[in-house]
């Protein structure tokens, strides 16, 4: 189905008044996909990118559905109750889906509340008081709530889970799952997801009851639009090359994204300090502080964001000229995320990624998950690892493409580095001294208890 206009798509004339006050004219192929089944009141499996529309796909029919429910006289919302309920992973997210059904809903008389963690309970406890139709909410803190009596939820009739892998990157699928228990199961449920790994397709099983799936824009297809070079430097020398990048005036609007929340504090100082300003987004931070910071970048008022990974799906800028990825991420999924900040609404981007020698494994499962490899515009790759500036290997194939006869990581193989030998091959005894038969304990895999401990901390931070 294509529609040229909104008012193809049978929408109500508040809704169509609303849309065209904040300059909405064509709906993007994920609304065109996704209205029409939503106003069905069919179940929908959704798989589309941050920057595609989805929001106003999910929460458009739905709001049409309210508005038709109130015709006949609006009811008044009993203590507590909620009728639709929004699930996004992060606070931003959180805070922007809200934004968004604010301005959809500017000539309909409904009551939207958004609920965090990183703020007090009080104001949010009385805005549930008095009932809600939207309610848009983190998992955790809509828990917490939930135990203190502070929200209904056997009225719903709408759920939405919004970013649902990233849901269940951050821990959140036993909360995911509870909250469901707790609405009615004569609901409409949509799942919209960048990614459809089996653990979302396991999560969609449960929730969905035969839903209609739609598909858009594809992560391989997102990153063809956006250029992406890798500058290969040791660790310690990357603040001067940053700052050597930085004062390329072409580098506008820049989002930098690193692993830590401390790094990303001592970045955005080094780079105030050095005279460009900036300012640091990640969870250790207030809602208030977080929003300013985000506010100060939207308006210009900065060049650079320095965001930790938490952030990568909750920023909504359309005009952010360079991603600089300072560390690459450990889990390739999250370089998607990344980079696509930039090359938002079909327009093209640029990424930079800063790669030290121990993070050479993981520009290698990037390249393998993209399918492509990222061209180099500085240093040289790690010495006894194969290049991935465009060499051969002896098996004849390209270097994104290399196999890998690794440990597995999330069920995909990947390069072996030096940590990834077998522990006898690591243990191996010095020439000419007998080898000991003892036994040492080994350190947890990488991706194991480390693992479940960045996890405990993203969902802390998102909480």
Request: net charge positive; charged share 25%; proline share 6%.
């Amino acid at each position: 189905m294509t529609c040229k206009t909104f008012s193809e798509l049978a929408l109500c004339e508040p809704l169509l008044r609303s849309l065209q006050d904040a300059g909405f004219e064509t709906p993007t192929p994920i609304q065109q996909q996704s209205i029409p089944l939503v106003l069905d009141r069919r179940d929908l499996l959704a798989i589309a990118q941050t920057g595609t529309g989805k929001t106003a796909a999910f929460s458009l029919p739905i709001l049409q559905h309210l508005w038709e429910s109130d015709k006949d006289g609006r009811r008044r919302l009993p203590a507590k109750t909620v009728r639709v309920l929004i699930l996004a992973p992060t606070r931003e997210l959180a805070v922007q889906i809200g934004e968004n059904i604010a301005t959809f809903t500017r000539h309909l008389k409904m009551k939207q509340v958004v609920i965090v963690g990183g703020v007090s309970f009080g104001p949010q406890r009385a805005a549930l008081g008095r009932g809600a139709d939207v309610l848009v909410a983190t998992p955790g803190r809509l828990l917490d709530l939930v135990q203190q009596n502070a929200v209904i939820l056997d009225a719903v009739s709408h759920l939405v889970l919004d970013e649902a892998d990233r849901m269940l990157d951050m821990g959140f699928v036993h909360d995911v799952r509870k909250i469901a228990r707790l609405v009615p199961e004569a609901r409409q449920t949509l799942l919209f997801s960048a990614t459809m790994p089996p653990k979302v397709e396991q999560l969609a099983q449960f929730l969905l009851d035969e839903p209609a799936r739609v598909e858009v824009t594809p992560e391989v297809v997102t990153v063809d639009r956006i250029k992406q070079t890798v500058h290969h430097v040791e660790a310690p020398a990357k603040k001067n090359l940053l700052l050597q990048v930085m004062s390329d005036p072409d580098y506008a609007k820049v989002i930098i994204f690193t692993r830590t929340k401390h790094k990303a504090d001592r970045i955005s100082k080094m780079l105030t300090a050095s005279g460009i300003e900036s300012e640091a987004l990640h969870g250790n931070k207030t809602q208030s502080a977080r929003q300013r910071a985000l506010g100060r970048f939207k308006q210009g008022a900065v060049r650079a964001l320095v965001a930790t990974d938490i952030a990568a799906r909750g920023i909504d800028v359309s005009d952010i000229s360079h991603v600089i990825n300072f560390e690459l991420p450990n889990e390739p999924e999250s370089y998607v995320h990344r980079i696509g900040r930039t090359a938002r609404a079909g327009t093209d981007g640029s990424a930079l990624s800063l790669c030290a020698p121990d993070e050479f494994a993981y520009l290698k499962d990037i390249e393998r998950l993209i399918g492509q490899r990222i061209e180099v515009v500085g240093g040289t790759a790690p010495e006894g690892s194969a290049a991935n500036d465009g060499g051969q290997p002896k098996n004849g194939r390209g270097n994104g493409a290399r196999k890998s006869r690794g440990r597995k990581r999330n069920g995909k193989p990947f390069a072996k580095g030096p940590s990834d030998k077998p522990p006898q091959q690591q243990q191996r005894a010095p020439k000419g001294k007998p080898q000991n038969n003892k036994t040492r304990p080994q350190k947890p895999a990488a991706g194991g208890d480390g693992k479940l401990r960045r996890k405990s901390r993203d969902r802390r931070e998102a909480a």
